[in-house]
């Protein structure tokens, strides 16, 4: 079974800074995806950032990106120049779907409450 | 907005009651999810369902139901709940045939059993 292991239960960082929130899961599959989810406090979960396995380049999107080591498997989010709307609850997310993208069933960790200090 | 809605927000029911929640996806998605989140939890998948056929149930307790009348709407039935069950409850849905796993997820119905 594949587990996610978020072990930072939280995490603060000056407005402006830069900050790096580890995820490590276990897998035997070799094909899969990840992802983060941010979910501020009006809890609406939202997709920040995803990472196919096969791809040995690490996701981008502007201030947010990762640092994917399959081999230790691991999975950093990098958050950049953070901003106050940064602070909310982070969870990383493996997922291995089959060819079609049905039952694409996410395995969570169990998030990190990331505060931005003003 | 994620294209995903749910209804209602917040519910506060006795463990005698039977109520429902409801969950709408705008996003012309086949697959469709229950979550439970509880405090200092990981979220737990309750069900799935594609393309309206449930494909998924991870030991849930019978007293919740869920329906997927179609692939856009999804439901919850809710009777004779405990106190542990109170929760937020999260929809999700994600798309199927295009290689895309990613889930896009609803705001959540904040459940209180008393």
């Known amino acids: 079974a594949q587990t996610v292991t978020q072990s930072q239960p939280e995490m603060s960082v000056q407005e402006a800074e830069t900050v790096t929130l580890s995820c490590t899961y276990d897998t035997s599959e070799s094909d899969y995806y990840l992802f983060w989810y941010k979910q501020p406090p009006s809890r609406q979960m939202i997709l920040v950032i995803r990472?196919?396995?096969?791809?040995?380049q690490n996701a981008t999107e502007n201030r947010f990106s990762v640092n994917f080591q399959k081999a230790a498997k691991s999975f950093s989010l990098k958050i950049s120049d953070s901003q106050l709307g940064d602070a909310a609850m982070y969870f990383c997310a493996y997922s291995h779907g089959d060819y079609t993208g049905a039952n694409s069933k996410l395995t969570f960790g169990k998030g990190i409450t990331l505060s931005v200090r003003p | 907005e994620t294209g995903v809605t749910q209804t209602p927000r917040h519910l506060v029911m006795g463990m005698t009651n039977k109520k429902s929640l409801k969950c709408e996806q705008h996003?012309?998605?086949?697959?469709m999810y229950w979550y439970k989140q509880s405090a200092k939890k990981p979220l737990e998948l309750m069900f799935v369902?594609?393309?309206?056929?449930?494909?998924e149930n991870n030991s849930v307790p019978s007293r919740f139901s869920p329906e997927c009348p179609n692939s856009s709407h999804l439901f919850l039935h809710l009777h004779t709940l405990q106190p542990e069950d109170s929760a937020l409850y999260l929809c999700a849905s994600s798309s199927s045939g295009t290689g895309s796993y990613e889930q896009y997820f609803g705001p959540g119905t904040r459940l209180t059993v008393t």
């Open positions: 990472q196919e396995a096969y791809k040995q």
């Open positions: 996003l012309g998605h086949n697959a």
């Open positions: 369902y594609n393309f309206k056929e449930q494909t």
